[in-house]
């Protein structure tokens, strides 16, 4: 199936752009928040938004909540706790509010979006830590904000559906107890080791050269990945909550996912897989502008509505 016309427009204008690996990490930064600007305009407005900070690992740990309008505090929604994508290195809070708009809206949910510690100021497994400790709160505290912490669900796209992978498993150790998992084309693995679709896939945006880039400055000095990295690798994916994965045709990242959610469903955990045809990496964040990436914001956030409370 042919990319969608918004996206091949989108990546003709991004022809001739100099390559991650040549730009420092306060460029690539500033670059993916002024594309994310074009996305805004689409999100739904009528959302109520909290900003709280928490204690983290790294110190003050900010976390924007979203609810539906109206919601009452007594409402016990479903709740998202969400890691942004950027490859651990980029996004925000801010990069990634149309998402969680979104998300919110169409559930409906309370989604907790975590400003996690970036790299490359602050390495693995600083990442993994916030993302713990968001949790971890969220168990404790998100009934005072109109969440059910018997229905917690970790998600979050790319390099943030790596963090919830990995935060599912360390979870299913020292809990919470989790409802459910939402990952978006995420990061599972290195790309040295060979899935096709790093050659099938290298001319639609995100490549192995940026992948690389990404996981040079995310691990520590001298660190190989391994399955407190890259989840893909972990032995044992047994015991975990119930999985949606989405993947995208024309992402590097494709093989990677899909071969995760096999090992989910071999293991009993995958609820299901979604594979999107027609769309590149980071299509989940375009709802409004593409029809495809809407449905799929409002699949995801549906299936993380449906999910029965655990504990």
Same mark, same amino acid.
């Given at each position: 199936?042919?990319?969608?016309?918004?996206?091949?427009?989108?990546?003709?204008?991004?022809?001739?752009?100099?390559?991650?690996?040549?730009?420092?990490?306060?460029?690539?930064?500033?670059?993916?928040?002024?594309?994310?600007?074009?996305?805004?305009?689409?999100?739904?407005?009528?959302?109520?938004?909290?900003?709280?900070?928490?204690?983290?690992?790294?110190?003050?740990?900010?976390?924007?909540?979203?609810?539906?309008?109206?919601?009452?505090?007594?409402?016990?929604? $479903?709740?998202?706790?969400?890691?942004?994508?950027?490859?651990?290195?980029?996004?925000?809070?801010?990069?990634?509010?149309?998402?969680?708009?979104?998300?919110?809206?169409?559930?409906?949910?309370?989604?907790?979006?975590?400003?996690?510690?970036?790299? $490359?100021?602050?390495?693995?497994?600083?990442?993994?830590?916030?993302?713990?400790?968001?949790?971890?709160?969220?168990?404790?505290?998100?009934?005072?904000?109109?969440?059910?912490?018997?229905?917690?669900?970790?998600?979050?796209?790319?390099?943030?559906?790596?963090?919830?992978?990995?935060?599912?498993?360390?979870?299913?150790?020292?809990?919470?107890?989790?409802?459910?998992?939402?990952?978006?084309?995420?990061?599972?693995?290195?790309?040295?080791?060979?899935?096709?679709?790093?050659?099938?896939?290298?001319?639609?945006?995100?490549?192995?050269?940026?992948?690389?880039?990404?996981?040079?400055?995310?691990?520590?000095?001298?660190?190989?990945?391994?399955?407190?990295?890259?989840?893909?690798?972990?032995?044992?994916?047994?015991?975990? $909550?119930?999985?949606?994965?989405?993947?995208?045709?024309?992402?590097?990242?494709?093989?990677?996912?899909?071969?995760?959610?096999?090992?989910?469903?071999?293991?009993?955990?995958?609820?299901?897989?979604?594979?999107?045809?027609?769309?590149?990496?980071?299509?989940?964040?375009?709802?409004?502008?593409?029809?495809?990436?809407?449905?799929?914001?409002?699949?995801?956030?549906?299936?993380?509505?449906?999910?029965?409370?655990?504990?």
């Amino acid at each position: 199936m042919e990319l969608d016309p918004i996206i091949l427009a989108s990546l003709e204008l991004a022809k001739g752009q100099p390559p991650i690996s040549s730009l420092t990490v306060e460029q690539v930064r500033e670059g993916m928040a002024q594309r994310v600007e074009m996305v805004r305009a689409f999100a739904p407005a009528d959302i109520d938004i909290v900003d709280v900070v928490i204690p983290g690992p790294g110190g003050a740990l900010p976390i924007r909540l979203y609810r539906p309008p109206g919601t009452l505090v007594t409402a016990g929604l $479903p709740v998202i706790v969400f890691l942004h994508g950027g490859g651990w290195a980029l996004g925000s809070i801010e990069t990634h509010d149309n998402v969680c708009r979104f998300l919110a809206q169409e559930g409906p949910l309370l989604v907790a979006s975590v400003d996690y510690r970036l790299a $490359p100021e602050s390495k693995s497994p600083a990442q993994q830590q916030d993302a713990m400790a968001a949790l971890k709160w969220a168990a404790a505290e998100i009934s005072q904000h109109g969440g059910d912490p018997h229905r917690l669900i970790v998600g979050g796209d790319s390099a943030g559906g790596n963090l919830a992978a990995l935060a599912a498993l360390e979870a299913r150790k020292t809990g919470p107890k989790l409802a459910g998992q939402l990952l978006v084309y995420p990061v599972t693995d290195f790309p040295a080791d060979g899935h096709a679709s790093y050659a099938e896939n290298a001319e639609y945006g995100l490549n192995r050269e940026a992948m690389e880039w990404f996981w040079g400055h995310w691990l520590q000095e001298g660190a190989a990945p391994d399955e407190t990295t890259a989840p893909l690798r972990h032995p044992d994916l047994s015991g975990l $909550p119930p999985a949606l994965v989405i993947t995208a045709s024309h992402d590097v990242l494709r093989d990677e996912g899909k071969a995760y959610s096999a090992r989910l469903a071999e293991a009993g955990a995958l609820a299901a897989h979604d594979h999107v045809e027609g769309v590149n990496h980071g299509f989940f964040s375009m709802g409004g502008m593409i029809d495809t990436a809407t449905r799929t914001l409002q699949r995801a956030a549906r299936w993380a509505a449906s999910l029965p409370a655990v504990g």
